[in-house]
């Protein structure tokens, strides 16, 4: 064997076993990884749906979970399953983990064949060809696709928690919304008696035209308030559904579900959170992506430097051979040369990309620290001005109904200073419902700016056991 053929062979047998060492595509890893940032960060489980058996099991515990009234953990867990905006986001990592898999991979090698006949001669040329400047910059290149696969996992897991977070605050808004429809129906029905019985005092003659306009004015008013309160009550609840992916205009009732009649209570102090700002940075996944970039692009900017001079080098054997000749074997080396791009502008481009980076991770820190901030903060006054509304304004309101109706009792008062206290009392219960569906909110939100919920251990065992 010459020294050229034997020079081939042992550039081909470490190549080939390259080749061999390469993994195939599997998603799993990372879908697990996004089931258990689900677990970690909500206490409820996400996963992938791969095939029409998946789709079936499903929507069969959707259907179990939507045949009693919906919890904010149950909408979350729905949301979690079977929003496919969700899932189309999903499958980001598929494709990232193929990239990864491709990335470890050499370029196939080229093999060339001529043949050439004049003059009563044949000649035959036989070229193999192989990428060497892609097999010395191969561990690297892996190096920065694996780097992107985490990043990718990272921004799915960060697209999950946003979906959880959104569908909680529908909900609340959604449940927060019905129940004042109710208080709104019992303002007008207060405001239609009232002027009902103005109506029979003026008829009487015992009231004038403008008491009567105005009592009928304020009967208008409280329609046009239920109305209102209706298209509210539509709108968040189909934004609800949405966000379950659900289809609310199945046949026979399909997808429908019942909210409970009223939002949770009060708890009886809020959680105690300290260090807001380092747990946010510590625990927010953008901030991890970004800085996971900004290592991303450091090392992108070091395969530059490394390739800047050598940007094809390519490497084979060749074998020659003519009809009533000897053959002719030897190699073949391809060098771009670089007389005209010295790589000087790619380079300066990976430095430049690269101090984007960082002030984008920076950028990314501060918006963390001063959403925690200032997330905090809206949560430890919403929870104040709920439990204002519970412990004082309300035993104040029901303290002047009760002495109301007792001097109605009496004939002290008229029956619409009674009617009209009614319709105090009622605002005073809507201005409550709307001031704890802002702490359930604030509550929601503090939870995104940190990066999870503040417990996870909300989601009940009999719901987890159905998804799994």
Known sequence: M????????????????????CASPSPDAGFDAIGQASRARLG??????????????????????LAQPLSADGAVQIALLNNRRLQATYWSLGIAQADLAQAGRLHNPALDF??????????????????????????????????????TRLQVSDAMLALAFDTRRAYYEAVAAAQGVDYAGEVEASAQAGAELAGRMRAAGNWSALDLAREQAFSAQATADVIRAGRQAAATREQLTRLMGLDGGGAAGADSYTLPGRLLDLPAAPVELKEVEQRALRER??????????????????????SRFINVLDLGAVSNSAAGAPGARGYELTLELPLFDWGTARVARAEAVYMQSLNRLADTATTARSEARAAHADY?????????????????????SDETLLRYNGMLLSA??????????????????????QYWIAQTNLEAALGGRLSTAAATPETMEQVK
């Not at 099991?57 to 259907?63: E, F, K």
């Open 285 to 306: 996944l953008d901030v991890e992506a970004a800085t996971l970039a900004t290592r991303q692009t450091a090392a992108a900017l070091g395969l530059t430097h490394t």
């Open 380 to 400: 430890r006054a919403s929870w104040e001005l709920a439990r204002h509304y519970r412990d004082a304004v309300l035993p104040l309101r029901k303290q002047i």
């Open 114 to 151: 001529k043949r050439v006949q004049g003059g009563g001669a044949v000649g035959i040329e036989r070229t193999l060809t192989f990428n060497l400047a892609d097999a010395l910059t191969l561990p690297m290149a892996s190096r920065l696709e694996a780097q992107r696969y985490a990043q």
């Open 44 to 65: 409820l489980d996400a996963r992938v749906l791969r095939n029409d058996d998946d789709a079936r099991a499903l929507a069969a515990v959707v259907r179990q979970m």
């Open 416 to 437: 619409f200073e009674l009617l009209a206290d009614a319709r105090e009392q009622a605002g005073a219960v809507n201005a409550y419902i709307v001031a704890l569906k």
């Open 2 to 21: 010459s020294s050229s053929i034997k020079f081939a062979a042992a550039c081909a047998l470490p190549l080939a076993w390259l080749l061999a060492g």
